[in-house]
């Protein structure tokens, strides 16, 4: 039996993974879907950010399908005593080092973008994050006192084969689509750059096909703004990952429609173990008012399908119900003309479920 653990976590975590969870029993009944509760949640009630309970849960599942997590009164406490926590462990517990954010502009969304419709027609890209390394993880990743003065320090490093994992995915990745990858670093400052753009031109020859270059991560984040459709495979580093990827993902006009997947060396009965999740976050502002969009989560779900179950033709059965709602004019409130005519995300999700 094929088992995804839902964690819905914080924010907007449970209305838009309710809105997922529906999709996917709607074309596959026969996968059970459990909850487990993580991040602030689970801190309310007393338990830890990745309560045992849920670990157990995602030990024993094919998948997991992520809300959010992060909740503001947190935000003084240690790390481990903090909602974000729960993403840090399943990250690196599962090693699903290889994060694939695919960043596409939905059809009739061309003129939500803050950049001019002409810039982001044909926006297609895949941000590739390097997702258990880096400044996230490194040791040493404390505040101290060094003689009566406060300090703080994170680590960024990487080992050589870390790197070259995640090369790999991004040039497997780019010859499935336009065959052009864009490393990025800051490899005129950091050591760990260096080693990382030696790596990934040591990979390259292995995919004679795949057109490689490199951006110091300044430029790429203007370039991004600049001639975003040129971009078709991104591969970076964990932090630059992170601010590159929300960017990428805000000029397809709302964040909330970008899923991602990460992926780790685990493989299941029909294909990897795997964490899927909306990129944007928990959105607090609007948290339980029934107004988030609730696409990243579905995308994600259909993910889950396509890469954790094997199943291509559910998968592209919720991306094209997906789409069919945005060329019919089916919008959440953010990315509304007018907002008399807005969906609530249980309106939204009706509305993608009657597409399927
Ligand atoms: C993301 C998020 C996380 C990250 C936070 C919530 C820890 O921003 O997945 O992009 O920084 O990785
Ligand atoms: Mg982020």
Known sequence: MTMVAVLPGDGIGPEVTRAAVRLLQAVRPDVECSEAIVGGAALERGLAPFPAQARELCDSAD???FGSVGLPQYDGKPLAERPEYALFALRRDYELYANLRPVRVLPGLEHASSLKPELVCGLDLLVVRELTGGIYFGEPKEQRTVDGVEEAVDTMVYRAPEIERIARVAFESACGRRRKVTSVDKQNILETSRLWRRIVNAVAPDY?????????????AMQLVRRPAEFDVIVTENMFGDILSDEAAILTGSIGTL?????????VANGRFGLYEPIGGTAPDIAGKDVANPTAAMLSAA???RYSLSDEPNAARIERAVERAYADGVRTVEISQDSASALTTREFTDAVAGRL
């Open 63 to 65: 998948a997991i399908l």
């Open 303 to 305: 993910l889950l399908l």
């Open 259 to 267: 899923p991602s997947a990460s992926l780790g060396t685990r493989t």
């Open 208 to 220: 004679p096909d795949v057109q490689v270059e490199h951006l110091l991560v300044d430029n790429a």
